[in-house]
């Protein structure tokens, strides 16, 4: 059974007993796609309503990009699983075989794909909630702002998960070049995450 297909009981017993996979990296896949459905049910609630004939059109596109970046974000708690069992089989090749720092530094590189794609979508969906908070519906606009902040917390988790791979890589260049792109994402997004929960928790103040 993959991952994304277990019970929520299921999933979080396993996130908390000794197996290696889910951790960290599935986890904020995880999150990141309840964050991105938040908006997109924020689209739903709002789409169809006189009041909103205005942004209709704005809002059902922010609905399908929200639910496809969902999708694409749950998708990414099995391939985060996937990618992590060749990089333990890596690490218990003995430290003298002549192969093993090749074939590390190929499984870290794979290790970091799926954090790193987890980092971008939460990015995008955090600007999709952007839009959701200030043409959504009053009555589901709080949701814009968990969904924020859901993404945000998603985003920090995918990169440290990067990170822990990145910082283990031979190649420095490559490394750093990652590295370069997840903190400037990082630095972006979450002032953007930020300010869209802080508008509309000041709403209700």
């Not at 971008?120 to 702002?145: K, N, P, T, W, Y």
């Not at 969904?147 to 420095?172: I, P, Q, S």
């Amino acid at each position: 059974m993959e991952m994304r297909d277990m019970s929520l009981a299921d999933f979080a017993g396993a996130l908390g007993s000794k197996a290696a996979v889910p951790g960290g990296g599935g986890a904020s896949a995880l999150v990141g796609a309840l964050g991105a459905a938040l908006g997109a049910m924020v689209g739903e609630l709002t789409v169809g309503k006189p009041k909103y004939a205005a942004v209709e059109e704005q809002m059902r596109d922010l609905t399908d990009r929200a639910k496809d970046l969902s999708a694409a974000l749950l998708a990414l708690v099995d391939e985060d699983a996937e990618a992590f069992k060749p990089l333990s089989r890596a690490y218990g090749i003995p430290k003298d075989d002549p192969g093993r720092a090749d074939e590390l530094e190929r499984c870290l590189r794979v290790a970091a794909e799926p954090p790193l794609k987890m980092v971008r979508l939460c990015c995008q969906a955090i600007g999709l909630m952007e839009g959701f908070a200030a043409m959504g519906s009053v009555l589901a606009v709080s949701d814009a702002a968990t969904g924020a902040a859901l993404c945000r917390g998603a985003m920090y988790g995918a990169a440290v998960n990067v990170k822990v791979n990145t910082n283990a890589m031979a190649d420095r260049a490559y490394a750093g070049a990652i590295d370069s792109e997840v903190d400037r994402l990082l630095d972006e997004y979450h002032v953007r995450a930020d300010r869209v929960y802080e508008d509309v928790y000041g709403r209700y103040c």
